[in-house]
């Protein structure tokens, strides 16, 4: 088992520096890739500027706390659009143009490969960047202390939160094995990330009851949020905890459920 | 005359029959715009007091959600896609086909994005109606007549704006042979400069003014302000002069544009 993970861990290490290398073959993509990113940072930023210059409280939490929220949201951006979600939304293109039978015969995990195979260095930076900023302002403006506990607490929750992410936009996108073309169904759950641009808190009772239950956006970046901030409650704590091991296993059924419907386009 | 009708009548019906084909990917794209329109909801709903009747950024509550619904879905509506396709022409060569026959490319393209946009029109009224149904009776914002009429030339106004800015966009591709996502990223920037995710007031009093001065917010603020009633009735000529001073700068922009680029068009692979 370790060995395994070890070994997937050293192949992905060599995938990230072969995507650093072509990016780097096509500098302008990669510029304009940044710049793209940037455009993004900037709406996600908007979101901030209404809450401190409306200069009143969100559902309880002051302009600095939701800059704590915000600036989480984009950390774990970084890992949606640098790491994971090019690779979710080809998963489309590689099964129509049979591509995808090439991935079939390498010796390593399918899902690994065909969900980690390519990643946007630039990307992946500028969120993570911005976004460890953005919670540090807050957390300074409001006076919070940041010690080793709460830091490593913060970063499982974050942790927590990428693989809670991951497991819910492979869910849908493993469909594709059915109905081959889910480039709708991606720009529909694309949106739903924004979700997290706002503290869940405003969402009223049933929608919390929904984004952090059944559909648990809010685990992704409210949950570190609220741990960081200290206002995060024993239970959501434990779920916080369990939701990436249960909705990983799902995805991971649900991967395996729609591998088995796979016919090659190209063979 | 009745030739140049003709051909662009033709390139309209282009338009027109794509539009059809895909239909479905427009209605999934319109389906995408509630999750804003929920987020942004949210939002308001818990700045504002309940009941207090107060503003923010010179909105009343009401206002901000009526606001919030119709630019989401203006947004989607004036939405262009075509400076992909201006790419892929340039970037294969592809161009040179165009070149050859009697028809202007720029009016070609100009055609078949509003033949492309008349039946996503008609779908985005029917929920534009509804919308608005819902926000007199629900939150008693009133549509005259007037307002419906002047929204309806705004449209048209936002549509030709929208085409000239993303055509000088798209122009890129004559000088950068990778574009990447240069597209998405001039998107962004503009619907934000265009009061699409959030009213212009929201940036401060003197970005605003500057703001209110460029050709980005007769795109979506200045039909969605329109249908709200929120823009004073002398002040709407004003407006739409404002606006058509901007068609014309872009109209000569784009030829400029245009004629620069189309001299170092090398015509690859063709």
Known sequence: ?267 | MGDVAAKYGRSFSIGLRGAIEYRLNFAFSILSAVSPVVIQTALWTSLYSPGSGETLFGFTYAQMIAYTVVANLVSRLVRTGFEYELNTDIRTGGLDRYLVKPIGYFGFRLFVFLGTKSTQTGLTLVLLAIATWVLNAVLGIPVSVAAAFAFAASLVVAFLLNFLIFWCVGMAGFWLTEIGFLFEAARIVIITASGGIFPLAVFGPTAQAALNMLPFRFTIQFPTELLCGRIPTGQIAADFALSFVWIGVLTALARALWSAGIRRFAAVGS
Not at chain 1, 40 to 46: G, Q, R, S, T
Not at chain 1, 123 to 129: N, R, Y
């Open chain 1, 1 to 267: 088992m370790i060995r395994e993970i070890i070994k997937h861990l050293r192949i992905y290490a060599m995938l990230v520096r072969m995507n650093v290398m072509s990016q780097m073959e096509y500098r302008a993509n990669f510029v304009t890739g940044m710049l793209m990113e940037l455009g993004y940072l900037v709406v996600k930023i908007l979101y901030v500027l209404v809450a401190f210059r409306a200069g009143r409280r969100i559902a309880g939490f002051s302009p600095d706390e939701v800059l704590v929220f915000v600036g989480t949201f984009v950390l774990v951006t970084g890992f949606y659009a640098g790491v994971f979600m090019m690779n979710l939304f080809q998963l489309s293109t590689l099964v129509r143009d049979g591509s995808f039978d090439a991935l079939m015969t390498k010796p390593i995990s399918l899902q690994f490969l065909a969900t980690f195979r390519r990643s946007d260095i630039g990307i992946f930076l500028i969120d993570s960047v911005a976004g460890i900023v953005m919670v540090a302002i807050g957390l300074a403006r409001i006076g919070g202390s940041l010690d080793v506990p709460r830091t490593m607490g913060y970063a499982v929750f974050v942790a927590s939160g990428a693989a809670v992410g991951y497991a819910l936009y492979l869910i849908p996108q493993s469909l594709v094995f059915r109905i081959v073309n889910t480039s709708s169904i991606a720009e529909l759950t694309d949106s739903f990330w924004d979700f997290n641009n706002v503290p869940m808190i405003v969402y009223g009772k049933v929608g919390r009851a929904i984004g952090v239950f059944v559909i648990p956006m809010f685990v992704i970046t409210s949950f570190p949020a609220l741990f960081v901030l200290g206002r995060m409650t024993v239970p959501y704590m434990i779920w916080g905890l369990a939701a990436p091991f249960l909705f990983l296993g799902i995805a991971r059924l649900c991967w395996r459920s729609g591998i088995r419907h796979y016919t090659s386009a190209g063979g």
